[in-house]
């Protein structure tokens, strides 16, 4: 696979940042899955999890630059940090706000809820996709909470919804942009 593209001069990608978006957001998929998976009487294998997370990170740095249609704009950059900075804001309130002995199961529909919401802002930074994304992970995270007895199927799904659309957003093509002829100026 081609994973250099070149857009024409004067020509920009709506959302330049949104193939390596995709690697990072499909092996964040693949870890929690993985961990579920590997999880034996837990409910996920945190080692396995938070090796699939340091992946996920390397690899983002590893393929960034090689995967992006160009500079993100400022709104991006900070829709990009005002994100990752909600996303911490709201798990450090989930530790204080949930209370001691809160079942794991619980603990982990509320990550997903988090991580979902986190996902809103980010439209502006990687589309639509991610959008939807962000919706679907904080209605599963919530049918997840409201049933509250089958969490291993609820995490599954979200990290299926997370790989799914990291590959749909790795595998971004620019649009084709053409531009019609200019008319003549030759006179006969």
């Known amino acids: 696979m081609d994973t250099t593209t070149t857009l024409e001069p004067g020509n920009r990608h709506a959302y330049p940042m949104v193939r ?11 870890a929690l899955i993985a961990g579920v998976v590997a999880s034996g009487e837990q409910l996920v294998n945190y080692a ?57 199961a619980t ?29 679907f992970c904080l209605a599963n995270a919530a049918v997840g909470l409201w049933l509250n007895d089958m969490p291993v199927l609820f995490l599954l799904i979200d990290g299926s919804a997370k790989l799914a659309v990291g590959i749909w957003l790795l595998l971004d093509k620019p649009a084709k942009v053409t531009t019609p002829p200019l008319p003549s100026t030759r006179t006969s």
């Open 20 to 30: 390596g978006g995709g690697v990072f957001l499909a092996t964040i998929g693949i």
């Open 107 to 135: 603990r982990w529909m509320w990550v997903l809820m988090i991580v979902g919401a986190h996902f809103l802002p980010m439209v502006l930074c990687f589309g639509p996709r991610v959008l939807a994304l962000g919706l």
């Open 48 to 104: 396995v999890f938070f090796a699939g997370i340091g992946l996920a990170t390397f690899l983002l740095i590893l393929v960034a630059r090689r995967f992006s249609y160009g500079n993100p704009t400022r709104l991006q950059k900070n829709a990009m940090i005002g994100a990752v900075t909600l996303e911490v804001l709201l798990f450090v309130a989930q530790g204080r706000l949930l209370p001691h002995g809160t079942p794991e």
